[in-house]
């Protein structure tokens, strides 16, 4: 691991949808953050970056997000990237409404 | 468009809102085809973000937190009942059953897909509306008075100047290329509802010494990440002079403004760096030039116009029933009391409909809420609809015997809170929920100090406050000119919440002072509280409001309530 490099995740919307997606390590997009590639070394993460960049057609704007290790898996650091990760907070919609199961609320 | 030297039979846009030319339809048919077209190259890989980007922002198309967003304009503010329900439609069949109106007087849809809004644009195309903003450093819609045509203290309806604003501007050649984009605000009435002061120019009528109109030009309005009040560089503009006069201060702007940096790229920069005087001797030199060159073509074209906003047809009948219910009902006396606007025929009234009820989202309206006011609009409203900058929508014309019943059917779908003008009649933009320039959530905000002093059932006491809130520094939801505006802020990856207070968007314009530190998420209502908790101490008699209050005292009892009280806490 690099020295004093905080891990990160490649993350980016949909292009069809619009919805949140994170890259994993087999190459896919997930809608949960938790299946993401926790990226620990800066080159690697400019080579995984580089990759989002290429899938034009399935995402936009992709781009990297602080992360760290939780218990199931890379967890986001910062709030904008927490609420990412489940939809606004005044209405149950979004991935919180679609998903509460993967997401455990 | 008009130009002095173009006859008008060249303007390129017709009369869009009252009624669509043919020319003005088969626009928007094309510019959807268009749009559709591009929709399908980008998903076929033809084109890439770079190049669709722009091209999906002319067309309202924003990429947010958690979905696209789309908005739609709605010119003026003004919309018929036809076109509510169609927006109720797309809501229904393309989005999550609601809309978000907002302080632009436009309407957004937080969820649509990408391969869905082709078919969107062209349902909104059916009833003569578009998602095509006046995007780009040029002169945006011109936003008026939503209670424009209807409210008693009115000169003269706005909309007509502000339908020949749009005209002149829209392709105007030399104004498609201005340092920054224009936003034009126009009220007819002396009380400014428009917030025209906050605007690149605000238009006011006004009536000289010998009675006739005018306008009262204000230059170099603006919010943002640098506020400013306009600066009056005319007290009285007869309205003939309208035209001229406005493209002296767009071309004085389009030679001085700054093209070298974005921040500094508004006319209120411009006015800030010329001063005043310098600027308005500016625009008065080239009045003077391009005055004799408006051979009167914009004043026939005005007419025409003006006759396409006429009054409606009011009816003459007693309002006994009205006078007798307002006695007997107090639930509907309290809604009259905050609801009801004075209209120019004392039998009518203007009734906003607060889409503010506590707990819920500030401007969401459900397709069911959009359908109940359409169908309420043609029933007892002449067919007419507003949205206010306050997000809120409003049946101008209202005979009062018919309120009682209104009353009623609004009551059933929730629409019914008698809270306009205070605490809880909260602007709020929608911030980190939704926004992906914002630093911080604003709408729990919102949602919570409504709940907050309904449980104390403390508003009506406090009486006229305006709130407003801003998840980021872009300010659209004017925090700069709430009596207590929130600013919404990431502080080392915390949200916290700036306070400002003494703001006033009205014709006593001002832009708020910041009270100090600002306040963690969980904080803000608390501390909102004891702001109100100690003007409610201090103010001189119950009819003072919040706002003359702050005026006559200063900040000090406020910023003794805010942070003493938090030194104790600390302390304790
Ligand atoms: C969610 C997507 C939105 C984005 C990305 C966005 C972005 C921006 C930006 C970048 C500005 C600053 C422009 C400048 O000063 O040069 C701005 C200004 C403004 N926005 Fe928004 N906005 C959004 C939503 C809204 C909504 C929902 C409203 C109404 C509630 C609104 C009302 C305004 C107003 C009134 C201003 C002008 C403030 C001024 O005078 O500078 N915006 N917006
Ligand atoms: S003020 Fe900021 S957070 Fe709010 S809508 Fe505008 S850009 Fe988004």
């Known amino acids: 691991m690099s020295r004093r490099f905080t891990p990160k995740v490649v993350t980016a919307n949909r292009l069809r949808e619009g919805d949140v997606v994170y890259l994993t390590a087999d190459d896919q997009w997930s809608l949960f953050h938790h299946e993401a590639e926790l990226i620990d070394d800066e080159a690697h993460a400019q080579i995984r970056l580089l990759f989002a960049s290429s899938q034009k057609l399935a995402v936009v704007g992709p781009y990297l997000a602080d992360a760290k290790q939780g218990q199931n898996g890379p967890e986001p650091v910062h709030f904008r990237e927490a609420f990412r990760t489940r939809g606004p907070s005044n209405y149950d919609h979004g991935k919180q409404a679609d998903f509460p199961a993967d997401l455990g609320v | 468009m008009i130009t002095a030297n173009k006859p008008i039979s060249l303007q390129i846009w017709g009369f869009e809102m009252y009624s669509y030319s043919d020319f003005d339809d088969s626009f928007v048919r094309a510019r959807v085809a ?91 195309a059916d009833v003569e509306m578009h998602a095509i903003q006046t995007s780009g450093n040029c002169v945006r819609n011109v936003t008026a008075d939503h209670f424009a045509g209807a409210a008693a203290d009115e000169i003269e309806d706005p909309r007509p100047y502000a339908e020949l604003l749009r005209q002149w501007s829209t392709d105007h050649p030399e104004f498609q290329f201005l340092p920054r984009k224009f936003k034009i605000a126009i009220t007819g009435s002396p ?61 004085v702007y389009n030679t001085l403004g700054r093209r070298d940096n974005k921040y500094k790229a508004r006319i209120k920069i411009t006015v800030h760096e010329t001063g005043k005087e310098e600027i308005s001797r500016m625009i008065e030199e080239r009045f003077a030039e391009l005055r004799p060159l408006f051979g009167g073509h914009d004043q026939e074209l005005l007419e025409d116009i003006r006759a396409a906003f006429a009054p409606p ?103 019914a809170t008698a809270n306009v003008g205070l605490i809880s009649d909260i602007i709020a933009c929608p911030g980190m929920d939704y926004c992906a320039l914002a630093t911080a959530r604003s709408i729990p905000i919102a949602t919570q100090i409504a709940e907050r002093f309904k449980a104390l059932d403390l508003e009506h006491e406090v009486g006229p406050l305006k709130i407003k809130i801003s998840g980021c520094i872009n300010a659209c939801g004017h925090h700069h000119v709430g009596h207590i505006g929130i600013l919404g802020l990431d502080r080392a990856g915390v949200e916290n919440y700036q306070i400002t207070l003494g703001g006033d968007g009205s014709e006593t314009a001002a832009i708020g002072d910041k009270t100090g530190p600002g306040f963690a998420y969980d904080e803000i209502v608390p501390a909102v509280e004891r702001i109100v908790r100690a003007y409610l101490t201090v103010r001189a008699a119950p009819q003072e409001s919040f706002l003359e209050t702050f005026r006559r005292l200063g900040m000090d009892p406020f910023k003794a309530a805010l942070y003493d009280t938090e030194s104790a806490q600390d302390a304790a």
């Open chain 2, 34 to 124: 268009q749009f559709t077209q591009q929709v399908e190259r980008r998903l076929d890989g033809s084109l890439t973000e770079e190049e669709f980007r722009p091209l999906r922002l002319m067309n309202g198309l924003y990429l947010q937190l958690h979905a696209y967003m789309l908005r739609v304009a709605i010119p003026y503010g003004t919309i018929s009942p036809h076109q509510m329900r169609q927006l109720a439609y797309i809501a229904d069949t393309y989005d999550k059953g609601y809309g978000h109106f907002t302080t632009r007087q436009n309407i957004q849809f937080n969820w649509p897909k990408l391969p869905d809004v082709p078919a969107i644009l062209s349902a909104l």
């Open chain 2, 191 to 251: 009380n400014d509802r428009a917030v025209t002061r906050a605007h690149d120019i605000g238009l006011r009528m006004v009536k000289n010494a010998a009675g006739e109109s005018g306008f009262e030009v204000m230059v170099g309005g603006g919010l943002g990440r640098t506020p400013m009040i306009a600066h009056t560089v005319r007290d009285f503009l007869p309205v003939a002079d309208l035209l001229p006069y406005v493209e002296a201060v767009l071309s």
């Open chain 2, 313 to 415: 047809a009011f009816r003459n009948a007693p309002v006994d029933a009205y006078d007798a219910f307002y006695k007997a009902d107090p639930v509907f006396r309290s809604w009259a009391d905050t609801n009801l606007a004075a209209h120019r025929n004392d039998q009518y009234a203007i009734v906003t409909i607060s889409v503010k009820a506590h707990g819920q989202t500030p401007g969401d309206a459900s397709s069911d809420q959009m359908r109940l006011m359409a169908d309420l609009a043609e029933r007892y409203g002449h067919g007419d609809l507003r949205i206010s900058h306050e997000q809120n929508v409003i049946l101008p014309h209202v005979h009062k015997s018919d309120l009682p019943a209104v009353h009623a059917a609004l009551a059933q779908v929730g629409l």
